[in-house]
């Protein structure tokens, strides 16, 4: 675990460097306060042991402006000074140090000291990781690894907000697997399975970075893609489709030749639509994709209960 | 051995026993630490020296801080106590205090370099 020191004392910042570095922590030395909070920005280090007095930002400050930033995983804070009146220990906690030590150290309580330091810092890494784990078992499928409906819908929201403040469009897929029951029902779930994550790992790599995918129900992903008009449309859907259908899926089954069908629509066709009004739609050009023999796009143009025009 | 020499000699000028603690038991270490204060101490003695001269309390009171700071690091008792004086009596602005306190801290660091000489081994 990295370790800051900030003193303007040399032999301090030695002494200091000195014992850090025997139990085990990369030490960082800074000799004044800019250059510490400079440090202090960087994300590895979560551990700080600071004078109070120094050129440039005081430590007492150094704690302020940490506990003020927001934005980066927590640093435990240890202000070492020679400051000892119990006014100056109460300000230097108040500022947002977790701890307060009085020059001179004994080397053993520091090294407890940051001992309950680094279980504070572990103790948050993993409340954050069992955080992560959570939000990512929320919004994702468990099969896929897609977001789930709620959250591709959720997205679809956002994005529509946005394409109507920056006046841009906002493309919807609907893709389903062609014959999936006949998949399952030949040759079992554990294959159907396969079928369905290999399906998302190719639509994932044939759409852009900051594109959307989800899981919509069974064999059903919707895709949201941002800035995208009609005739962008056309040409992502053939991909999309392209990338399945252009070779077979390897299962334990042996390969499948595999195909999809999508049915879209856009917001630039659509606009002021609300996200579950244009997956409707999409739905229901999916639906004629389909009754059109399968393994076809077709992006609906009309409103919606108007007359559709196959592209 | 220098340090068993010194531990006798525990005294108001230094803790050499508590020093050394600090230090990790390295007397080298120490050693070297200690000459950097005695070389640290006649930089801060010539600033100081001079914010007297122009009466600048709060570099008097920073400089003194320091000195306690780095005084305190070493155990080196009386050298703490005169800047520790000097620092407070910056702070109150007390002039008088202020010369007093830094013709104390010249004397300390006499007495601590001369503590230093006792240190060196005896060839």
């Keep these: 675990m990295k370790v800051l020191i900030a003193d303007d004392d040399l032999s301090t910042r030695k002494i200091l460097k000195k014992h850090l570095e025997e139990w085990g922590y990369e030490v960082l030395v800074s000799k004044n306060g800019d250059e510490a909070w400079n440090l202090l920005q960087q994300d590895g280090v979560r551990l700080a042991v600071l004078d109070w ?62 001992q309950a330091g680094r279980r504070i810092i572990e103790l948050e890494d993993s409340l954050l990781k069992a955080q992560e784990k959570l939000h990512h ?21 956002e994005e529509l907000s946005r394409s109507l403040r920056v006046n841009s469009s906002v493309g919807v897929v609907m893709v389903d697997i062609d014959f999936f029951k006949k998949i399952n029902d030949t040759y ?33 992903m919707l895709i949201i893609l941002s800035g995208c008009d009609n005739s962008q449309l056309k040409k992502i859907c053939h991909r999309i489709q392209a ?21 879209s629509a856009s917001s630039e066709a659509f606009p002021r639509l609300d996200a579950e009004s244009l997956v409707k739609i999409s739905d229901r050009a999916l639906y004629v994709a ?11 143009e009309s409103a919606p209960h108007g007359e559709e025009r196959e592209k | 051995m220098r340090g068993e020499k010194i531990c006798l000699q525990a005294t108001e000028i230094m803790d050499y026993t508590s020093a050394l603690e600090r230090t990790g038991g390295d007397i080298d270490f120490l050693q070297e630490l200690l000459d950097l204060y005695g070389k640290n101490f006649d930089e801060k003695k010539k600033f100081l020296a001079k914010a007297i001269q122009e ?35 910056a702070r109150e602005k007390d002039m008088d205090e202020v010369k007093r306190s830094f013709a104390l801290l010249e004397k300390e ?10 240190l060196a081994p005896e060839d």
Excluded: W
């Design chain 2, 55 to 89: 009466k600048n309390f709060c570099l008097i009171q920073d400089l003194g801080h320091s000195l306690k700071g780095s005084s305190a690091n070493l155990s080196l008792n009386s050298l703490k106590k005169a800047s520790s004086q000097l620092e407070a009596a």
């Design chain 1, 53 to 114: 007095m120094m050129p440039g930002i005081e430590g007492v400050e150094l704690c302020r402006r940490t506990r003020e930033e927001k934005k980066s995983r927590y640093k435990y804070l240890i202000l070492l000074t020679s400051k000892k009146c119990q006014e100056e220990v109460n300000r230097g906690l108040e500022a947002g140090a977790d701890d307060y030590m009085i020059k001179p150290f004994h080397p053993l309580e520091l090294k407890l000291r940051l």
């Design chain 1, 188 to 220: 079992g779930h554990d294959v159907g399975d396969a079928v369905i994550v290999e399906i998302a790992s190719r639509l994932k790599k044939s759409v852009r970075t900051y594109d959307y995918i989800g899981r919509y129900g069974g064999d059903e």
């Design chain 2, 109 to 118: 660091f006499r007495r601590f370099q001369d503590f230093l000489h006792d």
């Design chain 1, 243 to 263: 990338s399945v259908s252009g070779s077979r899926i390897e299962t334990e089954k042996g390969l499948l030749k595999v195909t999809i069908s999508t049915g």
């Design chain 1, 290 to 300: 389909k009754s059109k023999g399968r393994n076809q796009s077709f992006i609906s």
């Design chain 1, 137 to 157: 078992l929320a919004t994702r499928d468990y099969l896929t690894g897609l977001l789930n409906r709620a959250t591709i819908m959720e997205r679809l929201n």
